[in-house]
């Protein structure tokens, strides 16, 4: 399985930007998947999740700014991010959670400019 994050850049503090994660395979069946996050100055952290009921979930600071979605039919998914601050700044990927495994993209860098 893979996958292909893309939609980051460079915004300034109260934009908004997309991102996209690209299964080489169908998301249906599947147990979920998350968007994570690091910077330099953090660990990697949890950011949203849609399992493969469709039901999200997201971390307290980013509850009411971000918007995690799925197209089944593209196998995507998607986090919308509006009010962007420059604590989001981070490099986000994406992981597929399955019976076989999980299953990392490459990341997609986001910078939020004060």
């Known amino acids: 399985v893979q996958l292909q994050a893309s939609g980051g850049g460079l915004v300034q503090a109260g934009g908004s930007l997309r991102l996209s994660c690209v299964a080489s395979?169908?998301?249906?069946?599947?147990?979920?998947i998350t968007w994570h996050r690091q910077s330099p100055e953090k660990q990697r952290e949890w950011v949203a999740t849609?399992?493969?009921?469709?039901?999200?979930n997201y971390r307290d600071s980013v509850k009411g700014r971000f918007t995690i979605s799925r197209d089944i039919s593209k196998s995507t998914v998607y986090l919308q991010m509006n009010s962007l601050k420059p604590e989001d700044t981070a490099v986000y990927s994406c992981?597929?959670?399955?019976?076989?495994?999980?299953?990392w993209g490459q990341g997609t860098q986001v910078t939020v400019s004060s």
């Open positions: 992981k597929l959670e399955d019976y076989t495994g999980n299953y």
């Open positions: 849609i399992s493969g009921s469709g039901v999200t």
């Open positions: 395979r169908s998301i249906l069946g599947i147990y979920g």
